[in-house]
């Protein structure tokens, strides 16, 4: 690491109030060249500390960068990782309210529930489908605190993988049942169909991005707990949306999940 602790504590502080207080900023990259992995995921967990410490659950956990085309355009190997608050969550075919973001756009997604805790090293996508409970649908709202939405994948991490909000729903479905890699998703906004996909996006498998994260707390000495819900990285890229927006995920054989933007 090459922060101290007093200037991760500083940054954890900045970033969570541009989060809660729907302001951006400069990448913080931009005064901290120096800045390693350690310390953005460090810049992390102190924001998750400060939300844990006013009486906050953690909701679940998140993935990004989950294409081989983004990390290597990132210059990376693996995604990055994030949690999920729980006031993110919203019910389903419910309302995110624009104002509390900065500039939202939303992903499609497969969330997994875990029946079994995971913990690395050594996980693989044979591991993560044994310890699925189910899979189902789920729309991730990103709002990077960047300005721009323009940011390095240290700062990005630092800034909890631009989480904002999200919402799951439709039809539980076993792992067993359905074929991860082939499963088609359309996401729609306002009737409109916006973006398509099928699960392979994801890793070439939407289990492989768990298998990695599992791994990557693993080397810290940490698991994912059963029961965890779990985003799994976005299928397509993001689409931007504004107040007065309806957008609506459909996922082959497991239904649909919606959100109304006001």
Known sequence: MKLDQATIKKLAEHLENCELNAKDTTK??????EMDWDDAYAIQDEIKRRKIARGHKIAG??????????????????PCFGFMADYYALPDGGECKVSELIHPKVEPEIAFVLKKALKGPGCHIGSVLAATDFVLPGIEVIDSRYRDFKFDLKSVIADNTSAARFVIGGNPVYVGDVDLRTVGIVLEKNGEPVAFGAGAAV?????????????????????IPAGTLILSGGVTEAVAVAAGDNVTLKIQGMGSTSLRFI
Do not use: F, W, Y
Not at 28 to 33: C, K, M, Y
Not at 203 to 223: D, K, S, T
């Open 28 to 33: 913080i990259t931009d005064d901290h060249p």
């Open 61 to 78: 956990l998140k993935a990004g960068l989950t294409s081989h085309a983004k990390m290597k355009q990132m210059g990376v190997e693996t």
């Open 203 to 223: 890793l070439g498998h939407p289990a492989a991005a768990i298998a990695m994260m599992a791994n990557h707390l693993g080397a810290r000495g940490e698991e």
